[in-house]
């Protein structure tokens, strides 16, 4: 459902993704044949294509220490203008910096810095082995598997049949679509539901016991944790590479669904005695993966009211977006995250799901220099048959 700044519909954008930011900061600078050295061209002279060059293939920066993550830098290549595509690997890295640095100023970059030491605190200290010192703070992950992919422990058969197969009837044979653009299907087995809980439940205890600061999962929910921050990044990064990206590429092309590079992972717990409802929102990704892992509880449906740009978030509900859904242990709901909804209140038990947002930089950018947005908005979609229409009607009264 949400994260690391789920967005009110009509409230700014929530605070940029943790993950997508690798840090060390610093701007590099061209130097001339001459030796002299020039000033990097403003970024007003830098974007991207909007169709990507499918028959290039890029780079690999994963050797450089960037401050943004080498996948970003891979997947942006393919849109970069064809006078660059054949220049040096640090003259294409420049620019795509540039670019990336729309996003982050400064302070932003200084905050991620600071969560990536955040982060690799915890990771360094909630490890394998108990200490023999004290024992009481330090804390054995329970269940290693899930800190690496296994996919026949992971995921049911029939999803894994669909993912090898690779075809939108694949796909399609699984799903449900009971309104458009939102997806549901047997994902997880009840297994990996229950480590995963109890990893979550063990990570909590010991952040308690060592009275670690913990980074809550976005600024409207009061509990939960950012998987990611202790040691789940790598399988997080495969869940969304390998079995959500070939999904989304068939079924959000228009909304980067092709080009998903970041992600943010988090689990998000609902109850009484935690938080009770999430409010009315769109999330900060492109694609959103929302599975449910707990068995007893109450209420907490997710209501949908329709997909919107920036333009149109705050627009009316049309009477064909109103979808309720009710949660299915194990099974998941995907959409795209600009498809507004909310949570219903969890009246009895404890309800826990597995979110994953997924993001692409390059229809970020793009989308920087669109202004037509009705092959995803239904907004823009409505306005656009509505202008023409009248054009229609125009030149019969012409005639």
């Given at each position: ?130 200490s023999i010192?004290?024992p ?5 992950r ?28 694949a796909?399609r ?52 944790v ?16 390998d ?20 992600h ?21 990704s ?17 209501f ?10 705050n627009?009316e509900?049309?009477?064909?977006e ?16 600009r498809?507004?909804?909310?949570a ?15 993001r692409?930089s ?38």
């Amino acid at each position: 459902m949400s994260l690391d700044g789920a967005r009110k519909p009509g409230a700014p954008d929530g605070r940029p993704d943790q993950a997508i930011a690798h840090a060390n900061g610093g701007s590099t600078v061209q130097v001339l044949q001459n030796g002299a050295s020039a000033a990097p061209p403003t970024y007003l002279t830098h974007r991207l294509r909007l169709n990507p060059n499918s028959d290039h293939r890029p780079d690999n920066y994963e050797d450089l220490d960037l401050e943004f993550s080498p996948s970003i830098f891979s997947s942006l290549e393919r849109y970069l203008p064809p006078n660059l595509l054949q220049q040096a690997r640090d003259v294409k890295v420049d620019y795509m910096r540039e670019i990336l640095r729309r996003y982050y100023p400064e302070s932003e970059r200084v905050r991620l810095q600071k969560h990536r030491e955040y982060r690799q605190k915890i990771i360094s200290n909630y490890q394998e082995k108990r200490s023999i010192t004290a024992p009481s703070l330090s804390s054995q992950r329970l269940h290693l598997e899930l800190y690496s992919m296994h996919p026949t422990n992971f995921f049911v058969p029939s999803f894994l049949k669909a993912i090898n197969e690779n075809t939108e009837q694949a796909f399609r044979n699984i799903m449900s679509e009971p309104s458009p653009g939102i997806f549901t299907f047997e994902m997880l087995q009840p297994r990996f539901c229950e480590m995963l809980l109890a990893e979550v439940k063990n990570f909590e205890k010991w952040v308690h016991e060592t009275k670690f600061r913990i980074m809550r999962p976005n600024t409207m929910n009061k509990y939960g944790v950012v998987l990611d921050d202790f040691g789940m990044e790598t399988m997080l990064e495969k869940l969304m590479v390998d079995f959500i990206r070939p999904i989304s590429k068939v079924f959000f092309p228009g909304v980067g669904g092709s080009n998903l590079d970041t992600h943010h992972g988090f689990v998000l717990e609902y109850g009484i005695d935690r938080d009770v409802d999430l409010g009315f929102h769109v999330d900060d990704s492109e694609v959103t993966l929302n599975v449910c892992v707990s068995r007893q509880f109450s209420g907490g449906e997710l209501f949908f009211r329709g997909v919107r740009c920036d333009k149109h978030v705050n627009t009316e509900t049309h009477s064909e977006e109103i979808f309720d859904y009710s949660h299915v242990p194990g099974r998941a709901v995907l959409h795209c995250g600009r498809h507004r909804h909310g949570a219903r209140a969890t009246t009895s038990g404890k309800r826990i799901n597995l979110v994953l947002w997924c993001r692409s930089s390059v229809f970020r950018e793009s989308r920087k220099y669109q202004k037509d947005f009705s092959s995803w908005c239904a907004e823009c979609q409505h306005e656009k048959k509505e202008r023409q229409r009248l054009s229609v009607a125009a030149i019969k009264m012409v005639f």
